[in-house]
Each structure stands twice: as C-alpha cells, then as structure tokens.
C-alpha cells in the first residue's frame, strides 16, 4: 500500500507541472481566441465634455474637451457600456457644499476600429455600478458584441484574460492580458478582483476566464461614502479599485438601457414633423 | 486689465510716498472732475476655444459732453455687449458703445440721451505738463465708487521697457505703445481704473489712464481727445498706411534721420523704391530724425494721421546719397479683422485685413482666419479638422474671401444625426487642404436614464458594533434610520428615523463597518419593484416588526423637465424630493430649481445662482419648469426692459431685477460664459 502510494504521489508529481503547462497552454490559446472573436466588439467611444466649477451657487469656466474612452459592445445593435467613472472623472472630486464641479457631455460618438463613426448617446447610466450605457442613434450594421449572458463566475486564482484597446498613438489596437483572480468579493455584491490591472486604460473592457467566456466588465469600484479626504496617494488606492463586475450584473441593468433607448428613439419619433 | 497685468510683470511696486499738492487746488480740481466720472460696468464678448463667450468688466470713464460722450480705454468697453455707467450721484445709465480704437486703446460711449445735460470735464494740455507736476488719478478701482489718489508726473515720456522683449503687450493686434508714450505718474492705480482720466490741478483732464508698470501710464489728452473726436464723430478712426518700418537710429550711424528696418512686400513704400537700410531724413518736407525709441511713436502718429490717399513725400538716404520718392498712403485698417462665432460649425473666424493678410504674406480678404476651434464640433471633428490658425479659401467650390461669404455659404444648423457635408478648403502652412465638415447643431445634452432598482425611501446609517453596544442592541450587525421621506410607502408602513433594522425577510442585514453603507440598498435591490419586504429591528428598546412596499428607486436630476433659457442663458428644472431633503426645504415647497447660470449671462449678471429655487417670474407663480417655460416664453415675446424673478436662496428670499439687451430683428443670438474682471 505505502509503495502503491509512493508511485502515485510520483505519478503526480511528475505530472503536475505538465498539466499545469497544458492549463497555461489552454488559457493562452482561449485568450487569443477571446482577442480573435471579441475584440472587433471593443470600440472607442468619443466624448465632447464641458465641465465647470460651481461655487457658492455661482458658475465659473467652462472648458470643453474631447476625451476618448473603452467601450464593449454587447449587442449587435451597438448598445455598448462603459465605466460611468471615464466619462466623469471629475465626479469623483466632488464635495459636498462648497466647490461643485460638473460635467455635462454634448457629443457622444462609437469609433469603430475600422474608423467607422456612429453618433450615439447615453440611455442609461448606474453610477452604482459605474456602468454608463449607451446606443447608437438611429440604425446602424450590425456589430461584433460580447454576449455576456454566457457568464462564469471564477474562483480565487483562476486565470483571467482582460481586452483592452490601446490608443490612437497605437492604432486603436485592442490588447491581451493574462491575469489571475485575487479575490472574489462577495458583499455586497460579486465583484472579481484581478492581481493586477492595466491603470484606468483598462476600465470598461471585458473580461474572460480561462475558458474565454465571459466573466464581466472591468469598473472602477469606490468606497462607499466618497474617496475621504485622499491625503496620499494610499488612501487614493483604496478608496479605488478597478474591478470585475459581473456579467450577470451588467445583464440586469442592460435589460432596463435596452427599454431606455426604445423609449428614446420613440421620443425621436415623435419629435419628428 | 492692462493695469493688472503689467502691473504683475513690474513685480511688487514700492509704495508710493503721495506728493503733497496745494490741498485748496486739490480740493477745487476734484470739484470740477468729480461728477462727470462714471464707473462702468461692461459684459463683453471675448472669444475662447471656438465660442463667443461674455465676461463682466469693470472700468472708468469720464465725460467730455453735456450730450453724454465718455471717454474710456477700448480695452475697457471695445468689444462691450452691453455698457452702463453709475454717476457719483448713484445713477445707473445706460450707455452705447459709439466706436472704440485698439491701436490708441480709446473708446467712446454715449450714455442715454434722457438724462442731459450731464456734466462734463474739460481737456487740458498735456504739453504744459513737467516732471514734478501733482496730478490726480480719477476713476474706480476695483469696482468701487468714484475715488481719487494723488501724485506727481514722474515722466512725460513713458515708453515700454525693452525690458520684457521679446514679448510685447497688444490689444486686438495692435501693439501698446506704437502710437502713444505716456505720461508716467506715481499717483496709484489699480484694476478698474482704466479709462479714468489724469487731472492737473486746474481741474482738467490731461491724460486717461490706461497701464501700470509700477508707475502708472495715461495716454496724452491730445491724442485721447483727437482719437475720440473721430470716433464720436464717425465711429472709427481712419489712418493711412505705408508699409514702412523704421527704427531709431543705430548709434554711430548719424545724427539724422531714422533707419528704415521693413519695407512690406507690395505696399506704397516698396512701390515708391524704398529699400531696408535707407535713412528716413524728410517726410512731407519735415524733416524726419529719430535718434531714440521714444521719438518713434511721434512719427508713427505724424504718418498714421496724414489723410488716407495723400502723395507724400519721402526723402531718404542711400548710399550716401540724399533720394526723394513719392507714396500715396492706404487706408491702413484695424490690425484684425471683427471676430465672430459660427456656432453650427464650432469655430470662431475673422476676416484678414490689410495688415493681417500682409503678415501672412496674403492679400487683403483672401481667405477666412479660423480663430478658434471647439472640441467635438464639427469643425474640430472633420477629417481633418480645422486648426486655429488656417485659413478657409473655399467651401463647396466656392471661393471665400470675406467673413460675409463665409456666412452666406454655410449650411445653417441641422438637428439631428444626419448633417449635410460640405467640402472645405483650407491653408495651412503652405499646404493647401481638402476636408468634409458636416455643420449642424450640437446634440442635446445627456438625457439618459438612472438605472431603476427597489428601494425603500429611507436614508440610512451602518450599525457599528459600537453604535450597536451604545444602543444597547445585541446584533452583528444592521442599519439605523436618520431619515423617512414624508408621504412614501416607508413613511406610511411605520417607519420612523432612529428605528435600528437588523433583518430583511428574516435574512441578516450584514452591515457593520461604515464601509458596508451600500450593503442594505443592495439586499434591496435584489427584489422586484413592488414587493413588500418584511422588516425587524428595535424601536427604543422594543422589537420592531413592520412590512414595507419597495419602490422604484427616483429618477436623476438628469432625467427631470428642464428648462433652458436662451436669452437669460440659464436653466431651471422641476425639484424633486431630494433636493426638498437635502435642502431642508418645506415639503411641500413648489419652485423651480436654477441649475445652470452662465457666466456673463443676463441671468449671472442680476446675480442668480445655481441652487436657487424661482418661485416666482414678475409677480406670476412658478410651479416647475414647464410653467417656467410658458412664463419665459411670453416675457420673450414682450421684450421688456426689465424682469424681476423672485427666488428663494437658503432660508431667505429676495427679488431679482434682470435688465436684458434683446437682440436686435438681425441681431446676433445672446450667448454665454464665464470670468470676470475689473479692467
């Protein structure tokens, strides 16, 4: 029996670290088939913003600027989302009373890699969550998407593969990473946190497990009660953290962006002499 | 803000010990200067980032006529959309901008014909002035009341310093200083003095302040009043032109004469042989010597004055040799031309005058400057885009030259996804650019929708162990009530602030650390929009056990009937119950919440405020903004002059007066933004 058990323990030894290759060789392959079938659904989003400064009840400046931000398509019908937080990063500085800063966006357009344009605007937003919905206006082909009622919840040091989609400077290219599952957070809601993150480039893009299929959209999740008083650059660490959010959860709130930009091409209708 | 903004190059002026003048002459000079200053108050249009944009202003000014004509700085009241003028006595008078001059920085105003006679100052020389004179500086500074510091002239001959080269000072182009030297005094000066006259003690006004490098400068009261005779009398100051460039003699190299640095390709002085390097010695038969900078502007106005069209005569030395040449001046023109916003495409342009088309090795009216492009207009957005800097030749196939062509070819503004091309050609550094702009109006702000999920109304904070211990609870973990919002279903289920819940359909609340704030809405939200949830906690020490319907969770403000309104340039939308709690406000308190106040707006300018809640428009209840709406809509149509909003700011509750300019039948729409100043 002790032999029986000494081979086996061998057997398993020896074979660990070919299956543990096999499983990389896996993952790699999954995650380039994710870059292969979804990343056409990653799009660049271009946003006209003017933000001003309210102090005391009064107005001061009022600076446009264009911005772009990551985009996933989810479905073919060009509803796309996005981290709220990118398209006002200036929320997050506000404070009660005193100076107020807000954004307001007056141009909302999907870029598609093959530089396609499509003027679009927002249906639906769930600061919440940090998901901003939004759709093209009027009919447009149909789009490469990421089908996120496939979903799989990983488990703590599993892999993950994220897209993302670099920038102009580099063709819009979208990008492949390969991370680990560090934590799955579990309150108050499921939020899959990876070991590492490409910065804020990353917000917005999907992300998949080892198996490519769908696990969620990368969000910036903040502590509730606002960033405190963010003396050093730890406290603006943990008072942010980019996150996976589940795709179940973003399939719930894209049901209602769904009903919101019906409701809205029905409004178009009606405005129309 | 030329005081400003040299005074902040100058660095930190050494204050000044005040002259000590004959305290009776003193006293009899501000007497007859006092009551013909006015304070005035400007919203000017400035131009940013492909907008037209308003600022408010401050300056000074005085009267130089019982019909109401005051004289102050172009950079005070150039580019006014509106001007009126508080008297000493307190009056507020509206005034109109009769014309302005950037190159002499002089503008004249005419305030309202109904209140002449109006007192009035006299000029005096500025040539009898010497170093060491008392002088009084007369204005408002700062926006205040009319006031007056003392000093004495400390220069007669004030120049620009070289000092700061390469940059220089200019105003709509034209370069401070090229035509004025100043008369530098010590008495203080600061923002909001500009265009206030300099007093000798025989009570005249003998310069009008315009800069501060520490010593404050005024412009001559005999170029000022010239300058402002033309303006009152045309509008404009007309002035020729030569193309010649001179510079003050290189030292060594004579002691007549002035060097001639740039001939301008193709203009009168070219055309009359004149070559760089040449000695100007004779001008009109005068002769011509410039042995240092301070001499030059004296000859630049000899020229600029000579009437447009005159064969003048140029005597010159060349090689030792004394040359004569004849030119026949040009109408010389504004440095640059009128700026205007053209909204549909996202760009502000101006036409290329003579001097600017010159500069740009261009002819005159050639082609349309782009000023200014908006991001994310349609301008900007083109492929490519248009730049600051080129310069439109043609649109549709049609050749542009002027800003009115322009205008006349451009597609006006189309709503909607779908704007008509047009194709655009552009110069940009010798490159001659094709690209499609698709012109048409913004698309509407976001109008999109919060997420809706269950929700109880009730605020909420995190049952800390130590809250928990204090209370005398035994849980681990939970949520107190602080707030109920009257009239909803928790309200009408019993829930009172302070109730502590600890179960929701049985299940923990898990929430024990302030980090966990978002755990019950969460719970909530799991649930359909309509369930009852069945809810336990502690009501002062007893168990609590109540059933509450869930409600869909409220709309955003972004969601809600706004109003905006163009002409006033401010936005107002229904209140909601929030902004009832957070405010503090009466539940049941009706109004209009102002959420946007332009800066410059009509609206900003009679001090309405983001957050303030109209109850009222002159006289006529406000109930949301559709009601706003319909008010504004008929106040539009009566054009009145003035308009009282009655709102409610905090606690308190005060009346508003807005004193419009409505556009004229071709006027421009009024349109909006931020700053102000004093000038």
Redesign the interface.
Known sequence: MRTLTAVFALAVSLAAPVLARAEEAGTRKAARAALSRYGPALVTVRLTVKSRMVYEGREHSGQESTMEVLGTVIAPDGLTVISDFTSNPEGLFQREGGVRVETETSEVVLVLRDGREFPARFVLRDAGLDVAFLAPVGNIPPLACVPFERAAVPEPLDDLVLLTQLGRSLNREVGVTLRKVRAVVKKPRTFVVPDAIDGLMSLGGPAFDGKGRPVGLVVLRRAPGGPGNMESFRDLFEAMTAVVLSAADVQEVASQAVAARARAAALDGAATP | VLAAALAAWAGAAAAAEPARADPAAVDEAIRRVFPSLVRIHVVVAEFR?G?E?KEEASGSGVIVSADGEVVTNHHVAGRARRVSCTLPDRREVEAVLVGSDPLADIAVLRLDPSGRPYPFASWGDPGRLRVGDPVLAMGSPLALSQSVTQGIVSNTAMMMPQLFWPASFKLDGEEVGFLVRWIGHDAQIFPGNSGGPLVNLAGEVVGINEISLGLAGAIPADLARTVAGELARRGEVRRSWLGLNVQAMIQGSGDRGALISGVVPGSPAEKAGLRPGDLLVGFQGAPVTILHAEELPAFNRRVLETPVGTRVELTFLRDGRERRATAVTVERGSAQGEEIELRAWGMTVRELTLLAARERRREACSGVLVTGV????PA??AKPGLRTDDVVVSVAGRPIRTVKELVEAAPGPAG???RAPVLVGFERQGQALLSVVRPGS???????????RAWLPVATQVLTPELAAALRIQARGGVRLTQVHPGSTADQAGLRAGDVLLRVDGQEI?ASR??????F???LRAYPVGSKVRLEGVRDGAPLRIEAELVASPP?ARELAEYRDAQFEFAARDLMVQDRLQAMMDPQQIGALVT????GGWA?VAHL????VLLAVDGERVDGAAALKARMERISAGRPSRVVFFVL?GVQTRYLELTPAWPSVNGKPVRA???GGDR
């Open positions: 980032d907008r944009v908006r991001p994310g207009s900007a957005e909607g996804p779908e913004r698309q509407d702000g976001d109008r999109s929708i919060e997420a809706r898990p302030p980090e966990d704030a978002e755990v809405p969460t719970l955003s946007r106040v332009e800066a900003a405020g983001v957050g303030d700011r933004m931020p700053g």
